[in-house]
């Protein structure tokens, strides 16, 4: 047994390139791992840095300078962080505390017509099916409930928190967008001069990376505004909450939208019960997924992902299991990584 192993490890691991890359991942895995937390500000920064060079390369690319793109950018990264932090934000807070003060009342009107349930289909649901059903729901209210208290004693350290990281946030960006180059210089001077395995490997995933990042940071942009321009002009409440949920859930492939079909269709439902505006916004709200699938993710991602729906789904519950929002994120990319270093990975012939 142990000379099998030990034949399999000469095999594999006797290229120094090879034992190289392998020390790279595991130190970025056991970084990330036990640090993620800590370092959540440099993660986002990174990830923001990544946004905006696609908007320095374009100017540079139009004879700006690197330096004045560079102040261009972070500068119109700092209206946009403004806009939200006072714009976008106490609108959706407001909309989360009105949902809050109405949720009663749907509940009440929602027990109303799920009561009248058994008169509308007597073949399909009887009376201790409702009864198991209310039940159900009544649990899950009361969870959720003891969720949202829990969260608003935790709230004080959760703002302490996020100041910091506000403060924090755009002095990362800033430094790495402007120091680009010199940190990633900085970072080669430590690696072997023949890294051939681990350039390979990060060429394929940087281009990959960036396209994938930028890509979906538009698309929960735009889905996230024609979803509220949609439900605003139909008449849904909670329209620009909504909204934003569903722009979201497209961070999340396959599981996102199916997930945040339920509160779309329950909202919907509480609002107008089974009557055509219900069925029309159901509609519209199925040719906004139909077309986020179809027609806008093949124009924002020029570079393909060239993996199997089982692939990412098994990436994004893996890596969301193990680094929560970022690993869902970053799923995709990371997926590509390990495919990527698969591809690279030295093969020995045998036979």
């Keep these: 047994m142990f000379d099998v192993i030990g034949n399999w490890f000469k095999r594999y691991f006797s290229d120094p390139q090879v034992v190289m890359l392998a020390v790279l991942l595991l130190t970025g895995f056991l970084v990330v791992i036990y640090l993620g937390e800590m370092l959540t500000p440099v993660l986002a920064s990174i990830v923001i840095a990544y946004l905006l060079e696609g908007l320095i390369g374009l100017m540079q690319r139009r004879g700006v300078p690197r330096l004045m793109a560079v102040w261009s950018a972070y500068l119109l990264f700092i209206v946009v962080l403004v806009f939200l932090i006072f714009g976008l ?15 009663p009342n749907m509940i009440t009107r929602g027990q109303g017509a799920i009561m009248q349930l058994p008169e509308r289909y007597p073949d399909f649901i009887n009376q201790q099916q409702l009864a198991d059903l209310l039940n159900s729901i009544r649990a899950e209210v009361a969870a959720a409930a003891q969720s949202v208290l829990a969260f608003s004693f935790s709230s004080i350290t959760s703002v302490v928190t996020l100041v910091v990281y506000l403060v924090l946030l755009p002095m990362l960006v800033f ?16 690696l072997p001069k023949d890294r051939r395995l681990a350039s390979n490997v990060w060429n394929e995933v940087n281009g990959q990376l960036s396209n994938y990042v930028r890509g979906k940071f538009w698309e929960v942009l735009i889905v996230s505004l024609v979803s509220y321009v949609t439900f605003e002009a139909m008449g849904l409440q909670y329209a620009m909450l909504l909204g934003a949920l569903v722009g979201l859930s497209v961070i999340v492939p396959y ?26 916004l159901m509609v519209a709200y199925g040719i906004i997924q139909a077309l986020d699938g179809n027609v806008l993710v093949p124009l924002l991602f020029s570079e393909a992902v060239n993996l199997h729906p089982i692939a990412i789904i098994v990436a994004v519950l893996l890596f969301g299991g193990l680094w929560g929002l970022w690993g869902v994120f970053f ?11 698969l591809t690279a990975w030295p093969r020995v012939a045998t036979g």
């Design 89 to 103: 934000v106490p609108l959706l807070s407001t909309q989360i505390a009105q949902f809050v003060q109405e949720l």
């Design 175 to 190: 430094f790495f967008i402007k120091d680009k180059q010199l940190i990633l210089d900085w970072f080669c001077s430590y």
């Design 255 to 280: 599981i996102g939208a199916a997930v945040v079909t339920f509160p779309v269709a329950i909202m919907a439902f509480f609002q107008w019960g089974t009557s055509n505006e219900f069925l029309y």
């Design 331 to 341: 799923a995709i990319p990371l997926a590509t990584l390990v495919k990527a270093v």
